[in-house]
């Protein structure tokens, strides 16, 4: 088994930063990829930006340029940084794993606010 737990979320001004980690433990060679996926109130959830295995990288163009997703396999850990936040950023940010043996595993999610 995958378990993910997520941190970093909280209160930021527009245009400020936040760091989102998605840390995994268990069974993660089975990991392929790993997403970040967030959900305003009242619509969809939507996926943000992901990584896989390989290393390539994809993005939702509302926050290209603006947020990075990066891994550190040392410390079994996927970060989504988040810069020039806008209000419209605000939303639960969730991680998500896919991978062998159809695992699809979701966080806990973390709150974020962009306002002022």
């Given at each position: 088994?995958?378990?993910?737990?997520?941190?970093?979320?909280?209160?930021?001004?527009?245009?400020?930063?936040?760091?989102?980690?998605?840390?995994?433990?268990?069974?993660?060679a089975?990991?392929?990829s790993?997403?970040?996926?967030?959900?305003?109130p009242?619509?969809?959830?939507?996926?943000?930006?992901?990584?896989?295995?390989?290393?390539?990288?994809?993005?939702?163009?509302?926050?290209?340029?603006?947020?990075?997703?990066?891994?550190?396999?040392?410390?079994?850990?996927?970060?989504?940084?988040?810069?020039?936040?806008?209000?419209?950023?605000?939303?639960?940010?969730?991680c998500?794993?896919?991978g062998?043996?159809?695992?699809?595993?979701?966080?806990?999610?973390?709150?974020?606010?962009?306002?002022?």
């Amino acid at each position: 088994q995958v378990q993910l737990v997520e941190s970093g979320g909280g209160l930021v001004q527009p245009g400020g930063s936040l760091r989102l980690s998605c840390a995994a433990s268990g069974s993660i060679a089975s990991i392929l990829s790993v997403g970040w996926y967030r959900q305003a109130p009242g619509k969809e959830r939507e996926l943000v930006a992901a990584i896989n295995v390989g290393g390539s990288t994809n993005y939702a163009d509302s926050v290209k340029g603006r947020f990075t997703i990066s891994r550190d396999n040392a410390k079994n850990t996927v970060y989504l940084q988040m810069n020039s936040l806008k209000p419209e950023d605000t939303a639960v940010y969730y991680c998500n794993a896919k991978g062998w043996g159809k695992l699809d595993l979701w966080g806990q999610g973390t709150q974020v606010i962009v306002s002022s």
